[in-house]
């Protein structure tokens, strides 16, 4: 599993969420009672505790109201402990993940890391309940990040090419990364990449804005940050490539109410995918948590008009 501190964040904001509203009338989105609809043209579509799964969920919604369906959303639920059960359950029909973690959290023992490895893991992992549609080109995984002058300096493409200099690195990152198989222990098993216990830089944002200021300011040399970050292109990061995949692949999904998918749904879904590249997504976080603060629901339908997803897909 990719390991994702904005997610393992998520799931500790969802706690604490969950237990500030226990009070407070219908806050928890899973609250709303109602059964599960049999209907197929009938979907309520969910997402979790971040901008970019909300933006997403958003597109779903307003792509699948074009052709037809009709369509609620219960968005915000929190972590994958949250919505998969709520999916299994029918409180949802549809919502968007990625690959590589909702495989590990199916699967613990799942090695997968490739995009097609994943895939074909993923899709042995789901069960009877749970279904999903296909993968888009885009993903928002984990990534070695440094500043354009450090990538300059040492001629940096790949993770490889810094583990010669990693006694000269300090790296930041989630604590969690110190000791998670994907994080520095991986780095060392796949690239040589060595860093000590002096020289990790604790970091609990989720390679938010204290990591990306961190990295800019010199005060570490290369950060883990996800590839879905405006930040990366507004400060001139350069994502060192990963071709050993220590970072497994983390492509966008629907995953489904395995009861409510029809080929009319996968025929939108896989549309919406078909254009939802890794570019596209840090276009639409850009437009969310940049400068312009678009609320998600405003940068999914302008997304959705212009790639002609509010049309029925023919």
């Not at 009709?70 to 690959?99: F, Q």
């Not at 490895?117 to 279904?131: I, Q």
């Not at 940050?225 to 629907?254: E, M, Y």
């Not at 995918?273 to 948590?289: G, I, P």
């Amino acid at each position: 599993m990719t390991f994702s501190p904005r997610l393992s964040i998520a799931t500790a904001v969802a706690a604490l969420a969950l237990t500030a509203v226990a009070g407070c009338g219908n806050s928890d989105p899973l609250s709303s009672g109602g059964t599960a609809s049999s209907d197929p043209n009938t979907i309520v579509v969910g997402s979790a505790n971040f901008p970019e799964s909300e933006t997403v969920a958003n597109i779903y919604a307003d792509a699948l109201k074009a052709n037809g369906f009709d369509v609620s959303t219960k968005l915000n639920i929190g972590s994958r402990e949250a919505y998969v059960p709520a999916v299994k359950a029918g409180s949802i029909d549809v919502i968007p993940d990625y690959t590589g973690n909702l495989l590990q959290f199916l699967d613990k023992n799942a090695t997968a890391t490739t995009a097609a490895d994943v895939n074909a893991a993923l899709t042995a992992a789901l069960g009877s309940d749970l279904a999903i549609a296909t993968p888009a080109p885009g993903e928002n995984k984990d990534a070695v990040v440094v500043t354009r002058g450090t990538a300059d300096q040492w001629q940096l493409t790949s993770i490889a090419d810094l583990a010669p200099h990693s006694a000269d690195v300090k790296f930041g990152a989630p604590a969690e990364f110190q000791e998670r198989p994907v994080g520095l222990p991986g780095l060392k098993e796949h690239y040589g990449l060595d860093i000590s216990a002096g020289n990790f830089v604790p970091i609990a944002d989720g390679g938010g804005p204290a990591t990306v200021r961190a990295l800019a300011d010199g005060k570490v040399t290369a950060a883990n940050i996800f590839t879905t970050s405006p930040a990366i292109a507004a400060n001139n990061f350069v994502v060192l490539a990963d071709p050993k995949n220590n970072f497994p692949a983390q492509n966008v999904v629907p995953l489904l109410r395995a009861s409510k998918k029809s080929d009319k749904l996968a025929a939108v879904l896989d549309a919406v995918s078909a254009k939802l590249t890794t570019e596209q997504l840090v276009a639409l976080n850009d437009s969310v948590s940049g400068s312009s603060k678009t609320e998600p629901s405003a940068a999914a339908a302008q997304w959705v008009a212009a790639q002609g997803l509010d049309k029925p897909v023919s």
